[in-house]
């Protein structure tokens, strides 16, 4: 079964960079499609960008200048910077396996991490 | 605002059936597959309908998805009092290039 797992800063203060790392078990991250998804507090689920194995990125529109999402075959992770952030990105961010391309095949879901901004 | 347009609230009591409608447009519900999600209090979303109207390993025929044009829903027949739980629709998006979530919809078992 696979499992994903996010680690990462908590807090972190307006201007500084977000950074976090999904760590998949179970299965290769040689295939499919990584994804970072988040849901600020009482609202509904953004999607943030994936990567995949081969280098190939995509990012939402209204994150693409601040968003970078890198995978590592040797360590089975992926991870997420987010540059410049301020209090809009307090929230819980979730990795997740997308199971094909041009899809919202969400099958796989890390439990999640809360990082909140505040100075 | 989200791209997909879900209703804020649905009930229902034990044993009822309920339906939970999500639309969207030509991009993205019309020419594409629909995905739902149910986020039970505190956990993270889980994949109940792919493609659709397929169900994942585990979850019940008691909920099923269809989709018409660029408009879909989900039913849950046989509610429980664990089916209480925020349910988001999902597609991709071709004009994103990107996949696009629904507002979400709480549902409450009265």
């Known amino acids: 079964q696979v499992q994903l797992h996010e680690s990462g800063p908590g807090q972190l203060k307006p201007s500084e960079t977000l950074s976090l790392t999904c760590t998949v078990s179970g299965g290769s991250i040689s295939s499919f499609f990584w994804n970072w998804i988040r849901q600020s507090p009482g609202k509904g689920l953004e999607w943030i960008g994936y990567g995949y194995y081969s280098g190939t990125t995509n990012y939402n529109p209204s994150l693409k200048s601040r968003v970078t999402i890198s995978v590592d075959t040797s360590k089975n992770q992926f991870s997420l910077h987010l540059t410049s952030v301020t209090a809009a990105d307090t929230a819980v961010y979730y990795c997740?396996?997308?199971?094909?391309?041009?899809?919202?095949?969400?099958?796989?879901w890390g439990r999640g991490t809360l990082v909140t901004v505040s100075s | 605002q989200s791209v997909l347009t879900q209703p804020p609230s649905a009930s229902g009591t034990p044993g009822q059936t309920v339906t939970i409608s999500c639309s969207g447009s030509?991009?993205?519900?019309?020419?594409?597959?629909v995905y739902w999600f149910q986020q039970l209090p505190g956990a993270a979303p889980k994949l109940l309908i792919y493609r659709s109207n397929q169900r994942p390993s585990g979850v019940p025929d008691r909920i099923s998805g269809s989709k018409s044009g660029a408009s879909a829903s989900l039913a849950i027949s046989g509610l429980r009092s664990g089916d209480e739980a925020d349910y988001y629709c999902a597609s991709w998006d071709d004009s994103l290039s990107g996949p696009v979530f629904g507002g979400g919809t709480k549902l409450t078992i009265l």
């Open positions: 997740a396996r997308q199971n094909g391309g041009s899809s919202a095949d969400f099958d796989f």
């Open positions: 030509r991009s993205n519900l019309g020419n594409n597959f």
